[in-house]
T-cell receptor
Framework: KQEVTQIPAALSVPEGENLVLNCSFT??????LQWFRQDPGKGLTSLLL?????REQTSGRLNASLDKSSGRSTLYIAASQPGDSATYLC???????????FGAGTQVVVTP | GAGVSQTPSNKVTEKGKYVELRCDPI?????LYWYRQSLGQGPEFLIY????????DSGLPNDRFFAVRPEGSVSTLKIQRTERGDSAVYLC?????????????FGPGTRLTVL
């Protein structure tokens, strides 16, 4: 059974520092991995999707890497801003139907 | 364009009552998913629709939960005889299907509270 873990559960950094968020999964047979952002009381906003054949994806200040063989993905957020404060979730798609399995998330606070 | 919408945004009900939660997917998306998110946890899969049919309902916790999508667009999640443990945020997502990309787009969720 696929297990997705995100460590740490919470992270606080001063504005301007780079953020590094980790996601690990137990079964490397995945179709893709998605990173989401969730603001309090809100739904999920998709940030990046990495196909299983890809090693990384970039969008603006965000960069996500994928190492399937070791079951790891890392989301980097450069030059963090207070507006980056949110919970970040990773999810793996492990079947052809598209069902996602999520980690519990990392709650990020960026202090001014 | 319009994203995924869900109604109501909040629902408070009493134990034992019946509730219906509605999801309007992005126009043209054939894949529709329901997830449930408890406090401090990531969303957990409930059911997946491809068109009108439920292709995978393995995440429904028991037979009190049922979902329909009669015309292949709007979906309704129905919960009978609600219990306090059903309290959670219910999220709906839609996406294209038939391709490996299959990015899912989520709605804002319905927060269900069972008293």
């Amino acid at each position: 059974k696929q297990e997705v873990t995100q460590i740490p559960a919470a992270l606080s950094v001063p504005e301007g520092e780079n953020l590094v968020l980790n996601c690990s999964f137990t079964d490397s047979a995945i179709y893709n991995l998605q990173w989401f952002r969730q603001d309090p009381g809100k739904g999920l906003t998709s940030l990046l999707l990495i196909q299983s054949s890809q090693r990384e994806q970039t969008s603006g200040r965000l960069n996500a890497s994928l190492d399937k063989s070791s079951g790891r993905s890392t989301l980097y957020i450069a030059a963090s801003q207070p507006g980056d404060s949110a919970t970040y979730l990773c999810a793996v798609r492990a079947d052809s139907w598209g069902k996602l399995q999520f980690g519990a998330g990392t709650q990020v606070v960026v202090t001014p | 364009g319009a994203g995924v919408s869900q109604t109501p945004s909040n629902k408070v009900t009493e134990k034992g009552k019946y509730v219906e939660l509605r999801c309007d997917p992005i126009s043209g998306h054939t894949a529709l998913y329901w997830y449930r998110q408890s406090l401090g946890q990531g969303p957990e899969f409930l059911i997946y629709f491809q068109g009108t049919g439920a292709a995978d309902d393995s995440g429904l916790p028991n037979d009190r939960f049922f979902a329909v999508r009669p015309e292949g667009s709007v979906s309704t999640l129905k919960i009978q005889r609600t219990e306090r443990g059903d309290s959670a945020v219910y999220l709906c997502a839609s996406g294209t299907s038939g391709d490996s990309y299959n990015e899912q787009f989520f709605g804002p969720g319905t927060r269900l509270t069972v008293l």
